[in-house]
């Protein structure tokens, strides 16, 4: 600390200092009060489209023989049709409530469900921007090569300058991501509209169907979206009456989220893979917990599932020996009846991203799921992405 | 170093960090004069952006200088002091009792909130004997409990809507808006100049409450007075941006280290390197999200890469000095 006579004494200059960084944050925040009030920001206009169509229908020439003289009589009619595109107002996951003046024409989407939903209604041609997760349908991937669809950030750290660079119509983000709830005021700012959806929230068919409806009603695509329902709905029903045809009975599963090297993630109720393993005749052994849950072995032992599944990234062969090999590895596991009867599924891939994003493959992914529990009635999956124990040669704990 | 040499580097390193971080974002490099001119998109973006980190900057880096004063121990960071944490939890709850809760009156809970936590560090501080390592040892202590208290409320209340409090959680200077950033500033500018009004008081508490008291000036109220800007200061921060760690710590030290603790000299060199340190760690997150697809990375990534090891470096010194 200095000496007393040096404080205090110092030259003006430093004071001087000090204002100037206050004028400079005045003048800074002045500046953008004033050019924004210029109105040169370029925001995003809408306008009412009013067709107005002009029917003349002149009907002529009625003819009335009363007596021998011809009258000629004629009626004019004149219809004014108007067409006004009435705006369309819709409630959003968050409760929100938005209107849409103009159907949206460029789009953007911030998870790989979003995506996979608007191309599914056919929308696809106005996507132009989506998340670096979103690799469904596969020409996505091709169009981001493309140039052709920006990529805004991760599904979990939306980049706001980038979408809004993309000037978009639309921004589709997942109500259950808190950084894309965060971005609402920001693109407000902008002159950009933000619509929830359940996405990755969805618990259900009925949460994917709801999903599905607002985006219909958004950009007028109705019958796309009652033909994709109606898919969706007579897939999920194929496998119930099978399931019903064959009497079957519930299997008890245990889904794990990741390699069990990284700790043991389940889920309880409540989440989409519950609802799953129930449309495929299955039972979550650990649907008396709620939402993504971390268990103990011991916990998976005392439930004694019939079949484990495992998701896992970017697998292989090798690796998904490996992550079967670490899984035998807990202690007790050999006593469960999934591990005695060789009944382990790895799952990556398509499959994988099936399992976690609730979309439109809800049925397809319920058929898999459906084939790996009752195998005597739909058949063994003999797919790429899915990896058994029994397939892989491997030694199962006798 | 000469005073005058300092504040002229550091004058233009500010004003070229500000002419890139307008003309460099995600997106690409732009013209700086054609992003003031506002015509395009991005261009309220960008300027809303820097001004949010050029304030934020010399808030936090004021709000560590008082803190450093009024404790009198380099090491007095309001973040390592628990003070943003504190303000964080008490903005999580009010989220959850009142959710449409305006941003500007989240200043005030936020305000009381690093109050409770300052109050908390300083107590437990001062049973243990008020030394440098003890005041940084208690605020781990308060800023942990808080830290994990937010993260419960977040993690039990995940379904709500809390997407606002996840970014505080984080810190970022890409999501504030026109109104907020009007708010900043009419805070930050009170912040400053109520500040360098205090700098006789802070001089004379720098060398000690015994001369403080002879030079005519009650400690107390001084330190009082210290504090409570640093943690209005603080609690702006937090409420708008976010928890950005260090920058209270970095900022005054480098100051400290260039022009020596006279409070004029010291107050006004902290400011401006908290603007350079802010804006080139807001720099740093946007060459992330403009070269890899990673998207935004919270600010406080880059302030700790820098911030922990100047804080391991003061530690050392500090043991050395005594």
């Known amino acids: ?398 | 170093m000469d005073v005058r040499i300092v504040f002229l580097i550091l004058s233009i390193s500010c004003i070229a960090l500000s002419i890139l971080s307008l003309a460099y974002g995600s997106t690409g490099l732009e013209d700086p004069l054609y992003i003031l001119s506002m015509s395009s998109s991005i261009a309220l973006l960008r300027v809303l952006r820097t001004l949010t980190a050029i304030l934020s900057g010399i808030m936090l880096a004021l709000a560590g200088s008082l803190m450093q004063y009024s404790t009198r121990n380099y090491l007095a960071d309001p973040f390592l002091l628990g003070l943003p944490n504190g303000a964080l939890l008490a903005i999580l709850l009010a989220l959850l009792i009142f959710p449409y809760v305006p941003k500007s009156t989240l200043i005030i809970v936020a305000f009381i909130g690093a109050s409770i936590a300052y109050v908390l560090t300083s107590t437990i501080a001062s049973i243990a004997g008020m030394s440098v390592a003890s005041l940084v040892l208690a605020g781990i202590a308060v800023s942990t409990f808080f830290s994990s208290a937010s993260h419960i409320v977040l993690y039990l209340w995940i379904s709500k809507k809390l997407g606002h409090a996840y970014i505080l959680l984080l810190g970022s200077f890409a999501y504030t808006t026109k109104s907020d950033v009007e708010t900043i500033a009419i805070v930050a500018t009170l912040c400053v100049s109520l500040s360098f009004l205090l700098w006789k008081r802070l001089n004379a508490l720098a060398l000690g409450d015994d001369y403080c008291h002879q030079l005519g000036y009650d400690p107390r109220t001084t330190r009082l007075l210290a504090v409570t800007f640093a943690a209005i200061a603080t609690s702006t921060v937090v409420a708008f941006v976010g928890v950005v760690s260090f920058l209270g710590l970095l900022a005054p030290n480098i100051a400290r280290m260039l022009v020596g603790d006279e409070a004029r000299k010291h107050l006004s060199v902290s400011a401006l390197c908290g603007i350079a340190l802010s804006l080139a760690a807001d720099l740093f997150v946007r060459v992330i999200s403009h070269a890899s697809t990673l998207g935004e990375l919270p600010v406080s990534i880059p302030m700790s890469l820098i911030g922990a090891p100047m804080l391991a470096y003061l530690v050392v010194t500090s043991r050395c000095r005594t």
């Open chain 1, 1 to 398: 600390m200095g000496t007393l006579s040096r404080r205090g004494v110092e030259s003006k200059v430093l004071l001087v200092v000090a204002i100037v960084i206050i004028i400079a944050i005045l003048g800074g925040v002045g500046y953008l009060y004033v050019s924004s009030r210029g109105a040169t920001v370029t925001t995003i206009t809408t306008t009412v489209t009013s067709t107005s169509v002009t029917t003349k229908t002149v009907t002529a020439l009625k003819t009335s023989v009363v007596t021998k003289t011809k009258v000629l009589e004629t009626v004019r009619t004149k219809t004014v049709t108007k067409v006004l595109q009435r705006p369309i107002k819709v409630i959003d996951a968050l409760g929100r409530s938005i209107e849409f003046k103009n159907v949206p024409k460029r789009i953007v989407c911030l998870a790989p469900s979003i995506t996979e939903l608007i191309f599914a209604l056919g929308l696809g041609k106005y996507v132009v921007g989506v998340d670096s997760f979103s690799n469904y349908p596969p020409i996505v991937v091709n169009l981001v090569k493309n140039g052709r669809i920006a990529v805004v950030g991760s599904y979990w750290n939306p980049d706001v300058e980038k979408i809004v660079a993309l000037k978009p119509d639309i921004v589709l983000a997942s109500a259950g991501v808190s950084s894309h709830v965060a971005l609402e005021s920001k693109l407000e700012e902008n002159g950009i509209k933000v619509v929830y959806l359940r996405a990755d929230k969805a618990r259900d068919l009925s949460d994917i169907i709801a999903d599905i409806q607002l985006v219909a009603q958004i950009f007028r695509a109705e019958d796309n979206a009652t033909k994709l329902v109606n898919k969706i709905v007579s897939g999920i029903q194929n496998i119930d009456n099978a399931l019903r045809r064959h009497n079957a009975t519930k299997v008890r599963v245990l889904v794990l989220l990741s390699p069990p090297a990284y700790g043991l993630w389940t889920t309880g109720s409540g989440t989409f893979i519950n609802y799953l393993i129930a449309v495929a005749g299955g039972k979550n052994v650990f649907s008396d917990k709620y939402g993504w849950i971390k268990v103990s072995p011991e916990d998976i032992v005392s439930r004694n599932p019939q079949v484990i599944i495992i998701t896992a990234m970017g697998v292989n062969a090798t690796t998904a020996k490996q992550i079967i090999k670490d899984l035998l590895k807990i202690p007790g596991i050999s006593e469960v009846e999934a591990v005695k009867k060789g009944r382990i599924y790895v799952l990556t891939g398509e499959a994988d991203d099936m399992l976690t994003r609730p979309g439109p493959r809800v049925a397809k992914v319920a058929l898999l799921l459906a084939k790996i529990l009752h195998p005597e009635i739909f058949g063994e999956p003999h797919r790429d992405d899915v990896y058994s124990a029994k397939y892989l040669g491997l030694a199962v704990a006798t």
